[in-house]
Each structure stands twice: as C-alpha cells, then as structure tokens.
C-alpha cells in the first residue's frame, strides 16, 4: 500500500562528491565530460567525479520552473556537478528513474527559500511530505519505466522529458481522462495534434526551438500568431 512520509526516505544525496570549477580552471581543463549546473551543461572538462545515473535538481539560481516544478537533469555517463545542483539518486529499493517522474509531476514551491537568489535546500527538500508506494510497486514500476529511459540516455533533457511523457502521461492520464469524460457525455474526441503527419514534424525540431525562454510549444504558438 501507499504512506505519507518524507523524502528522505526515498532519495539518497551525493553532494559531497560535487566541486564548483572557475572558468580559468575549466579553460586549464578543457575536454569531454560534461560540467554541469544548475539547469544544464555549462561546459566540457578532461575529468569526471561521477559515473553512472543521477538525478540532477537544481539547488540555488535556476530551481524552480514557471509552473512551480523543480529544475531536473536525468544523467548517466561520466560528468562533473557543480555545486549549485543536488545530486540525488533513489534508495531503499526506489530506481532513481522513479525519482525523476515524481519531482516531475511534483509542486516545489513550498521549499524555496530566498527571492533574489532561490534556494532549495537538503533539509528541506528531505523534510518534504509525499505519498510513498510499496516498494513492490516501485519495482514494477522499474520494469515497466527503464527500457523508455535507456532509450533516450543520450539525448537532450527535453528530448528526455518529451518522451517519457509521450509513452507515459500522454496515455496513462492526459489522453485518458479526456477519453472518458468525452465519452460519458456521448462526445466523440478527436486530438489533431497527435496526427502522425503532425508529430512527424514536431519531432524533427530541434530542442533549441521547441522551447525558448521556458515557454513551451514555441513553435505552435508563433505559428498561431503568424495565422
């Protein structure tokens, strides 16, 4: 079954392994490994602190989206953090691929602290109350989940998000619900930016335009507006 508890439960920190690096020392180092911040890569070095699959959110700056979220990085590989995001990973028998689909769909507002410098910090982002599933189900989960997030490892954080939630949310809630409410009052639904001519397009823009400035669908939009 599900309890109430608090994330400390659920999500392991490995911050202490972080190192913030000056611009001078990543000119000195310059290579291939991604060096992350808060909200993305901000440059490449020729070494690593970490290797494996994190779960980036973003501690201080850029922590929070427009609609409440925290910022999150899923990251497998080798790469290099900041100190300006947490570096988590799930425990307890919770994959840190379920991690990253909670914050997703999770408000965060209540832990910010600091308004012209946002904070999120360990005590309180551990100190948060959620719902926790039985690990049985946390395991389903993994199995269902993992093959998705394997497939788009390399890709792009919103290429990421896109198609996790293309193969899970889409189906599962959204499309879902409005089946069933559609139905219930006898209303046929039709979703025409599902068609596949559509999505084929969609798909092949680059994430750079998809989103700019954190507005979503920004192609759609200025298409709209151009008609």
Do not use: C
Not at 10 to 30: F, N
Not at 153 to 168: C, G, S
Request: hydrophobic share 40%; aromatic share 12%.
């Amino acid at each position: 079954g599900w309890h109430m508890g608090t994330l400390d439960e659920i999500i392991e920190y490995h911050d202490k392994t972080r190192k913030p690096l000056s611009s001078m020392q990543r000119e000195a180092m310059k290579g291939s490994y991604r060096y992350y911040g808060a909200a993305g890569i901000l440059d490449f070095v020729n070494q690593y602190l970490f290797d494996g699959t994190y779960l980036l959110l973003g501690e201080d700056g850029t922590v929070i989206t427009k609609d409440g979220r925290p910022v999150l990085q899923y990251v497998t590989g080798q790469f290099w953090v900041n100190n300006h995001a947490h570096v988590l990973t799930g425990k307890d028998g919770f994959s840190t691929e379920y991690i990253y689909m909670m914050f997703s769909h999770m408000g965060i507002s209540d832990v910010v602290t600091g308004v012209a410098q946002p904070k999120i910090s360990q005590g309180r982002l551990s100190a948060k109350k959620v719902l926790i599933p039985d690990v049985k189900l946390s395991n389903w989960y993994q199995i269902i989940a993992k093959p998705y997030f394997d497939k788009v490892k390399a890709a792009d954080e919103l290429t990421k998000k896109q198609y996790i939630d293309f193969f899970f949310w889409l189906p599962n809630d959204i499309l879902l619900k409005a089946d069933k409410m559609t139905m219930a009052n006898s209303i046929e639904l039709r979703v025409p930016f599902l068609d596949k001519e559509m999505m084929k397009v969609a798909t092949s823009i680059p994430s750079k335009y998809r989103q700019i400035d954190g507005i979503s669908k920004y192609p759609l939009r200025k298409a709209a507006e151009a008609n």
